[in-house]
């Protein structure tokens, strides 16, 4: 936890086919508004290969520096898929066949009327000590280990499993967001903004230009705070701001996105 009472998180998203372009990703702007709906804000993200030494490292760095730790891909059926063997390597823990994850791969198969193999046995093993975590879209779990959270890349498995996770996190305030837009340039209104920022050093406040046919153009500016009054606060002198340069504000008040 930060020095201003937020718990942080990190996430983990490993695979080749993500860093090559082959497949894009979809869980990370689901996995950061889900916990922050548990008050636990994504911190940071590293998009790393199929590389153990790389596996290895990350880890351990991104699991001594926040709370919480979650990864997406790699534990597959395929030779490639080696996240849950680099994660036993990180603890220092043997990799095992997990006893309870093999019967559910069993049971799932024999349900679909598939035979079972060594390569679908592979997704039973997890670092010895860690807790599964349960998948019911296919059956193969995923698993913890300390503040560790390691979850399958496939999107609508990854879902189930963080929604199994979550309960169990203790988190801050959830983090709210304000944002105020007008036909403004963000130049214009450039050190103004600055003057905001410094008034209000608590708040993260980004802006972001947009433009679009018929040479409409403007900025919005998103401040984002667990404070809903202090938020209120701001984007008001936000607008007054923006009227100063010309401008209508327009005001969106949403759960942080």
Do not use: W
């Amino acid at each position: 936890m930060g020095g201003d009472g937020k718990v942080r998180a990190a996430l983990i998203i490993i695979g080749n086919e993500i860093l090559s372009g082959r497949t894009q990703d979809a869980n990370l702007a689901f996995i950061a508004k889900e916990l922050n709906g548990v008050g636990v804000t994504l911190a940071e993200v590293r998009v790393i290969p199929d590389v153990e030494a790389e596996i290895i490292e990350t880890l351990n760095t991104l699991r001594a520096r926040y709370t919480y730790v979650f990864t997406t891909g790699g534990i597959g059926p395929t030779h490639d898929d080696i996240t849950a063997e680099c994660v036993a390597k990180a603890f220092g823990k043997p990799l095992i066949r997990n006893a309870e994850a093999a019967a559910l791969i069993e049971a799932r198969a024999k349900e679909m009327g598939r035979e079972i193999n060594e390569a679908r046995l592979r997704m039973a093993n997890t670092p010895e000590g860690a807790t599964l975590i349960k998948n019911s879209i296919s059956a193969a779990p995923g698993f913890q280990i300390e503040n560790v959270y390691v979850m399958a890349g496939v999107p609508v498995v990854m879902q189930v499993m963080l929604a199994e996770v979550t309960p169990f996190l203790t988190g801050g305030s959830p983090t709210l967001s304000r944002a105020v837009t007008s036909r403004v340039s963000e130049g214009i209104m450039a050190d103004g903004l600055s003057a905001l920022q410094d008034q209000y050093p608590d708040i993260d406040m980004g802006s972001y230009p947009f433009y679009k046919p018929g040479g409409i153009f403007g900025t919005t500016i998103v401040m984002r705070h667990t404070d809903a009054d202090q938020l209120d606060k701001a984007a008001e002198d936000v607008a007054a701001l923006m009227r100063s340069q010309g401008g209508e504000p327009e005001f969106r008040d949403t759960a942080d996105d």
